[in-house]
């Protein structure tokens, strides 16, 4: 699960270097913007529901 999470935040950083990029443009394709945002909001509901599930099994023990 652990690989899955630096997966999941090593994708969302890289993410975040593309759309900073992309508005860096003189002319900005604010379409592709908008779906590597949505993306980007993907993974970390992603990355919260399995920080979430981690924390819940640390406080079981």
Do not use: C, V
Request: charge should be positive; hydrophobic fraction near 30%; aromatic fraction near 6%.
């Amino acid at each position: 699960m652990y690989n899955r999470l630096k997966s999941l935040r090593s994708q969302h950083n890289t993410l975040d270097s593309l759309i900073r990029r992309e508005e860096l443009h003189p002319y900005p394709d604010t379409q592709h913007i908008r779906s590597l945002k949505k993306f980007k909001l993907r993974l970390r509901d992603e990355i919260t529901r399995i920080e979430g599930g981690l924390n819940s099994n640390r406080l079981a023990f």
